[in-house]
């Protein structure tokens, strides 16, 4: 009896480390990421470094937003990888490939390269989703930054006042939004500027980036590997294509399917034993007669 007690104690200790420094259970509270993982699930994710970085392509994490709180998506584009999002809601990145359902976010088909650490970044040579997501890169790595934005038809700058004649759904459009407003609603209200000017050049809104002494800034040298994580719901789902890239620091851990299934095999075990347990034993003779 000693024995016993002091093994489950050994056990129990074990099992309560393991809870506070190794993994870590996580309730789904909501459909996003299903069918992979149903909601109200309870999911176990590593916490150690170790497991972390063994994170690859397809696998689901345990991560934090900027505003501190926390989600399960998976990863679908690693450090280094060039993503490919149509606007049908189609995904492409490297083998991996898959589509949402009820895609809403991007209204223009995109190729996004998710940067790793040491890479350097121009802002000149960046499209339009991936300059958004360098400037908050910017913001993350404690950069101090202002923007400024200008309008222009082909190579001819145009007055940026234009912008205040636009709506974004039914509000007016205001000068003072528009240097941090997101690609998909600068490509709206380049939409609305073209339908009114004459010519065929292209309406383009171009951003400058300047330090606090007003230096422009042209580059960002990125301090973290990037991951572009996704849920598997399309639309009314908070990931990667509104939030940015999530940064190492940011991915708090790795999803063991190990937990899982070690809960599954002894909840069949005790379902099977307790369906034994509780079965009457049937004579041959009273099988015959059900049989009859």
Same mark, same amino acid.
């Given at each position: 009896?000693?024995?016993?007690?002091?093994?489950?104690?050994?056990?129990?200790?074990?099992?309560?480390?393991?809870?506070?420094?190794?993994?870590?259970?996580?309730?789904?509270?909501?459909? $996003?990421?299903?069918? #992979?993982?149903?909601?109200?699930?309870?999911?176990?994710?590593?916490?150690?470094?170790?497991?972390?970085?063994?994170?690859?392509?397809?696998?689901?994490?345990?991560?934090?937003? #900027?505003?501190?709180?926390?989600?399960?998506?998976?990863?679908?584009?690693?450090?280094?990888?060039?993503?490919?999002?149509?606007?049908?809601?189609?995904?492409?990145?490297?083998?991996?490939?898959?589509?949402?359902?009820?895609?809403?976010?991007?209204?223009?088909?995109? $190729?996004?390269?998710?940067?790793?650490?040491?890479?350097?970044?121009?802002?000149?040579?960046?499209?339009?989703?991936?300059?958004?997501?360098?400037?908050?890169?910017?913001?993350?790595?404690?950069?101090?930054?202002?923007?400024?934005?200008?309008?222009?038809?082909?190579?001819?700058?145009?007055?940026?006042?234009?912008?205040?004649?636009?709506?974004?759904?039914?509000?007016?459009?205001?000068?003072?939004?528009?240097?941090?407003?997101?690609?998909?609603?600068?490509?709206?209200?380049?939409?609305?500027?073209?339908?009114?000017?004459?010519?065929?050049?292209?309406?383009?809104?171009?951003?400058?980036?300047?330090?606090?002494?007003?230096?422009?800034?042209?580059?960002?040298?990125?301090?973290?590997?990037?991951?572009?994580?996704?849920?598997?719901?399309?639309?009314?789902?908070?990931?990667? #294509?509104?939030?940015?890239?999530?940064?190492?620091?940011?991915?708090?851990?790795?999803?063991?399917?190990?937990?899982?299934?070690?809960?599954?095999?002894?909840?069949?075990?005790?379902?099977?034993?307790?369906?034994?347990?509780?079965?009457?034993?049937?004579?041959?003779?009273?099988?015959?007669?059900?049989?009859?």
């Amino acid at each position: 009896v000693f024995f016993l007690v002091v093994v489950l104690g050994m056990f129990f200790a074990l099992a309560l480390a393991s809870r506070y420094y190794v993994i870590e259970p996580i309730k789904m509270v909501n459909a $996003s990421m299903q069918p #992979r993982h149903k909601e109200l699930s309870t999911l176990g994710f590593c916490k150690l470094p170790q497991c972390v970085d063994q994170i690859q392509k397809n696998e689901t994490v345990w991560a934090k937003l #900027r505003s501190q709180e926390t989600l399960v998506r998976k990863v679908i584009a690693m450090p280094g990888d060039t993503l490919f999002i149509s606007d049908k809601g189609r995904v492409k990145s490297g083998k991996l490939k898959f589509r949402w359902k009820n895609e809403n976010a991007f209204i223009e088909s995109r $190729s996004i390269y998710v940067p790793k650490k040491g890479d350097t970044l121009y802002f000149e040579q960046l499209n339009d989703i991936e300059q958004d997501n360098a400037i908050t890169l910017l913001g993350e790595q404690g950069i101090p930054y202002t923007v400024k934005s200008s309008l222009w038809q082909g190579d001819r700058e145009i007055a940026i006042d234009m912008v205040g004649s636009t709506k974004l759904g039914n509000r007016q459009v205001s000068l003072q939004e528009v240097n941090l407003l997101p690609w998909q609603d600068r490509y709206l209200i380049e939409l609305q500027i073209r339908r009114g000017q004459p010519g065929n050049a292209p309406i383009k809104l171009k951003r400058e980036i300047f330090s606090s002494d007003s230096t422009p800034i042209k580059k960002i040298v990125v301090e973290n590997d990037c991951y572009f994580l996704a849920c598997e719901r399309g639309n009314h789902c908070v990931d990667s #294509r509104e939030t940015g890239y999530f940064t190492r620091n940011r991915l708090l851990g790795r999803y063991l399917p190990f937990p899982d299934k070690v809960k599954k095999f002894v909840t069949t075990q005790i379902n099977h034993f307790m369906g034994v347990t509780g079965s009457k034993k049937v004579s041959p003779k009273t099988e015959a007669i059900k049989a009859e």
